[in-house]
C-alpha cells in the first residue's frame, strides 16, 4: 500500500490542523492506521492508532485530549486532527500502516513520506 500524507503547515500556538493521508493499493481497511512524528534532534515517536473498523483508537499520552485519529474506509484515508496546538507538538508527522493497533513503529510495515508542521509560540 502506498500513503501519502498531507495537511502540514504552521499554525500558531494554540491553533489547529488536520493532517489526512491517502492510501492507495491495496486495500485501506486491512491495515491498524497510525500516525508518527519526528522532531527536530529527536527519535520517531507514536502519536496515535486506529482499528480497520475506526472504532478503537490509541493515544500518546501527550496528545490524549488534544489529537483525534479518524478513518473513511470509503475514502482509503485516515485523519488526524490536532487541536490545542503546542509549541512541542512541532514535527514532521508520518503515516504508516500496519497489523496491530500497537505504539511501535517497527511492527508497521508502510510508511507516508511525512508531512510537517511548525507551530509557533
Known amino acids: ?4 500524507a498531507s495537511g502540514g503547515g504552521l499554525v500558531q500556538a494554540g491553533g489547529s490542523l488536520r493532517l489526512s493521508c491517502a492510501a492507495s493499493g491495496r486495500t485501506f481497511s ?6 508518527f512524528r519526528q522532531a527536530p534532534g529527536k527519535e520517531r515517536s507514536f502519536v ?3 482499528n480497520r473498523s475506526g472504532y478503537s483508537t490509541y493515544y500518546a499520552d501527550d496528545v490524549k485530549g488534544r ?3 479518524s478513518r473513511d ?4 484515508t485516515v485523519y488526524l486532527q490536532m487541536n490545542s496546538l503546542k509549541y512541542e507538538d512541532t514535527a514532521v508527522y508520518y503515516c ?3 497489523n496491530s493497533l500497537v505504539a511501535g513503529g517497527d511492527l508497521y510495515d508502510y510508511w507516508g513520506q511525512g508531512t510537517e ?5
Do not use: D, E, H, P
Not at 30 to 35: E, K, L, N, Q, S
Not at 73 to 76: E, I, L, S, V
Open 30 to 35: 486491512v491495515y491498524v492506521m497510525g500516525w
Open 1 to 4: 500500500v502506498q500513503l501519502q
Open 48 to 50: 496515535a492508532a486506529i
Open 96 to 98: 504508516a500502516a500496519g
Open 73 to 76: 474506509n470509503a475514502k482509503n
Open 67 to 69: 489529537f483525534t485519529i
Open 117 to 121: 508542521v511548525t507551530v509557533s509560540s
